[in-house]
């Protein structure tokens, strides 16, 4: 049990600094998304984030997935089964990445094929909805009822708001061409607004349900930890 305790913290752990980087980058923006001023300022806040935080989160949350999938026998098929798919999802989320979106990236920018340049951020933005899937099917299997609800609505939410936005601002995508050492090469360029349109829905949403996976786990952590000192406790003689 202790495992997943420390998984539970973990998966806290990834999703509070997942939120900072969001949320961060998009104060700090002024919620706007100009990679050329970005390219200008490399210690801009949002670079510093995704630098920072990003690999921390993304261990966090693989340290997460192993251990809670170790201790998953101790409560129940159901949520040994749904932490087991988990993983697999996380795996298949990798590899679309590593596999699809990389490839069809540098392929895209090498040719200044703007297509193949979307196919791969499309399938980098179909992949992300096995992510937002992950952390539910990790801990619903020993969840209580009221927990699942909101881990239910907390993936429809991250599903609709955080796929919503990467859809739409995929449409903004443009190859800029440089010339560097006598090549020509292309770089990817995008300028998006998200104060405008549907955009400020899309990301509410997505926080929100970003924000109820945060308060599922930082619960179901405490609750964990609890029950492994009350149980600690019992097994010490004379307690």
């Known amino acids: 049990m202790k495992r997943t305790a420390w998984g539970l913290s ?12 969001a949320v961060g980058s998009l104060i700090a923006m002024r919620g706007q998304l100009d990679s050329d001023l970005l ?8 670079t510093l984030l995704v630098s920072c935080l ?27 089964r ?5 993983a697999i999802l996380y795996l298949m989320w990798a590899a679309a990445n590593i596999f699809g979106f990389l490839p069809l990236s540098f392929l895209g920018t090498r040719k200044g094929s703007l297509s193949l340049v979307l196919a791969g951020q499309w399938i980098k933005a179909i992949a992300a909805l096995l992510a937002y899937t992950v952390p539910a099917l990790l801990v619903f299997g020993f969840s209580p009822k ?13 599903a609709i708001g955080s796929f919503g936005t990467l859809a739409m601002t995929i449409s903004h995508f443009q190859l800029e061409p440089i010339t ?27 926080y929100i349900g970003g924000m109820l996976y945060l308060l599922a786990y930082t ?21």
């Not at 973990?10 to 980087?21: K, N, P, R, V």
């Not at 050492?181 to 509410?204: F, R």
């Open 10 to 21: 973990a998966m806290s752990i990834s999703l509070a600094f997942g939120t900072i980087i």
């Open 146 to 158: 009221a927990l699942r609800v909101g881990l239910g609505l907390g993936l429809l939410l991250s």
């Open 219 to 239: 619960y179901l952590a405490r609750q964990t930890w609890l029950r492994v000192r009350t149980s600690s406790v019992t097994q010490v003689p004379g307690a």
């Open 180 to 206: 560097a050492a006598g090549q020509t090469l292309y770089v990817p360029k995008l300028s998006v607004d998200y104060t405008t349109g549907i955009y400020p829905a899309l990301l509410v949403t997505g």
């Open 54 to 80: 990003d690999p921390l989160a993304i261990l966090a949350e693989i340290a997460a997935i192993i251990l809670i999938v170790r201790d998953s026998w101790q409560f129940g098929a159901l949520h040994h």
């Open 39 to 46: 390219t200008r300022q490399p210690f801009s806040v949002p």
């Open 82 to 86: 749904l932490a087991w798919t988990a």
